[in-house]
């Protein structure tokens, strides 16, 4: 089994994916900004593959204009070299890769010109699967679109526009239900009439099941049926409602103890989850590590290496619980572990401890900073303090010093995003 996430990367400086306005979208500009996103996403190939994270879904904004006649560049060409580098790194790592065209992509359109830029849409996002060298087990995932007052109709216009798709993407191509218009049910026997995989997301189906009912485990096994050996391991979607918010809202981080009574009732263990959060790789990591069989303290202790200035910014008794607990070598107590970390984050950011956790970050500098540097969190840490500024400018002056003075342990820390 694999836990992924997708798109952005909390954590790892340089990752940010940018975009182009149309009116500067120049070949130059495009061919920049194209490179800095693929060098993002080699950044985050290489976090995930030093957290033995396999499964991981690519930013469909990776390619600026992608699909559109705006960028008529043979980008795959010019970054042949950068594609076919990251592409051997996903092979050679097992890692699987996807992407999830967004809301505007509508194959089932009544209208000729959505249907046309879907098409080119999906064309582009299987250009990218194909310039990274990955096979057919790396999916393009879609919702089946509108009713537009007629399903029926909308579903054999899906039917119909699909087999105006280039076969490699066909071959890539799955399909998902979604949490208002098309269920499960609905969704599996479109995937059974066209012979491609359905993907099962537990969300979207507590939000819309069909008339009939059915616990998860009941359609995951359903679905497991529409992946054939060519498509690669079944995959699903997993996430949590966020409390307080829209149907369908995603939690900030996964809850631990919910995540693992849904992976205990799995009868597949194996299958490939695809997590859908705002912590992002975060969460697969805690995941990961709840379900993984090499139970060794070292890597709640690496995790704890990168929370523990945030949990010592929300709560000093939090913080001292947990290094109680990893203080049992003989131990694996990830439960416990993660339930302290979650019960922390979720507090608010009292003053007096986070002007603690920032003289602590401090502590790596106070010796090797100049005066200027020391004058400035000074002055920082009193503003912070009178009420003249605030905790982030702080936190940004700390993460300055990080990069200039090289800090390793410093640089893998959540203290700076989270």
Known sequence: MSIGYACLNIGTPNTNIRSVMQRNATPD????????????????????IANDIRLYRISS?????????VNTLDWPEI??????????????????VSL???????????????VERAIEDLIYHDKILTALGTDTANKIVLHVGGIYGDKKAALDRFA?????????VKNR???ENDDRLYNIEEVLKLANRLQIPAVYDNLHHDINPPPSGGADQYWISKT???????DGKQKIHYSQQAAGKRPGAHTDTIQLETFLQFYEQLDDQTIDIM???????????????????TKHLKLLEKEWGRYKYTILEKSAADYQSVRTLLKDKSNYPVREFYCLIEDALAKETQPGAAENAAQHVWGYFKNKATPQERKAFEKSMEDYRNSKGGLETLKRQLLKLVMKYEEKYLMQSLYFYI
């Open 173 to 175: 191509l799955v399909i």
């Open 224 to 230: 497991k049926k529409t992946w054939k050996e060519a």
């Open 275 to 293: 997590l859908e959060v705002k912590d992002k790789n975060l969460s697969a990591i805690k995941c990961q590590n709840a379900t993984t069989e």
């Open 29 to 48: 500009k495009l061919t920049e900004v194209t490179a800095h996103n693929i060098e993002a996403l080699e950044k985050m190939v290489d976090y995930n």
């Open 100 to 114: 999830h065209p967004g809301q505007y992509t509508v194959l089932n359109s009544p209208t000729d010109d959505v």
């Open 79 to 96: 970054h042949k070299e950068a594609f076919e580098r990251i592409g051997a790194k996903i092979r050679k790592n097992g890692m699987r």
């Open 61 to 69: 904004d990776l390619i600026p204009f992608g699909s559109s006649p």
């Open 160 to 168: 119909a526009n699909f087999q105006l798709l280039p076969e490699s």
